[in-house]
């Protein structure tokens, strides 16, 4: 059956025998023109909403969340809620209600559940532009039923897959910084040894490396290097307080002794040899 006000369509598939997807309705509704219920209610149906325009919050478990356009936000079953539309930018969105049983399986595909309600859209205009044309076109409704099938399972699929490949993504970007620092920790002792090596290691690009490695670790490979040959020069120093700044300098790879002494004091606060002094007075009994 399909309802239309101003503000406000919903298309229900209650009466839909074929209905094995399990879903119950789906609309469209505008706060311009809605009054918001501002209390806590529960359901025993699902329902994914996707904004397309204004602000609201969602209530659940205790936690408060700003919605505004290009959000998904889930509401689980039984769980009790309250979601409303911001009074000086009410929000617009469209909506899927699921009976509790559905195949399409919302929560698990995209991740959603009550501690995570809320996710930003990956596909925006595409997810729009789905929804919008199941409001255009007048079919018969099993027609129609069998269409909004497709268009949630579309969805959901789009969703689904710049998830997964984000992730992916994030993975293999996570995996190379790992290895980059396993092997300058087991490289860095060779004067020889370079970024650019490095990379060719890992089959990238320097300026690649660069990038990654600056957005996981928060410094450059560069920068790590000299992190672990200072570290390396003190614990040798620690261990040994007679060794030379030549001696170390030849120990952790570094060529410069003038640079290292100067890392070194910046990075201790103390030269070379007030270190060096420190460690021996330690050892005093």
């Excluded at 006000?5 to 706060?31: A, C, L, P, T, W």
């Excluded at 617009?92 to 995209?110: P, T």
């Excluded at 268009?151 to 997964?164: D, K, P, Q």
């Excluded at 640079?259 to 005093?284: P, Q």
Aim: aromatic share 16%; with cysteine.
């Amino acid at each position: 059956m399909f309802e239309s006000e101003n503000g406000r369509k919903e298309i229900r598939f209650y009466s839909v025998s074929e209905n094995v997807h399990r879903i119950r309705m789906i609309g469209y509704n505008d706060f311009k023109y809605l009054e918001s219920w501002e209390y806590f209610r529960v359901y025993s149906w699902e329902t994914l909403h996707y904004v397309i325009s204004g602000r609201g919050k969602l209530f659940i478990r205790g936690k408060e969340y700003d919605i505004s356009a290009g959000d998904f936000f889930f509401i689980p079953k039984n769980e009790a809620v309250m979601y409303y539309a911001d009074k000086n930018d009410p929000w617009r969105y469209y909506w899927v209600n699921l009976n509790a049983e559905s195949m399409f399986d919302i929560g698990g595909k995209l991740g959603f559940d009550a501690d995570f309600p809320v996710r930003r859209a990956k596909n925006a205009e595409a997810t729009q532009s789905t929804f919008e044309k199941l409001f255009i076109d007048d079919f018969p409704l099993t027609e129609l039923y069998y269409k909004v099938c497709a268009a949630v399972m579309e969805i959901i699929s789009m969703e689904y897959v710049s998830i997964r490949s984000a992730d992916i993504l994030q993975s293999s970007k996570d995996e190379l910084v790992e290895n980059a620092k396993k092997l300058i920790k087991l490289n860095y002792t060779r004067n020889e040894f370079s970024i650019p090596e490095l990379a060719n290691m890992l089959y990238v690009s320097p300026r690649h490396l660069s990038r990654l490695f600056h957005e996981c670790v928060g410094m450059t490979p560069v920068a790590y290097l000299a992190e672990i040959r200072l570290t390396a020069a003190a614990d040798m120093l620690r261990n040994n307080p007679n060794l030379t700044v030549n001696n170390l300098c030849s120990l952790v790879g570094w060529g410069d002794e003038l640079y290292f002494m100067k890392k070194f004091k910046k990075k201790f606060s103390l030269t070379v040899g007030e270190y060096r002094e420190k460690m021996i007075a330690a050892k005093m009994p």
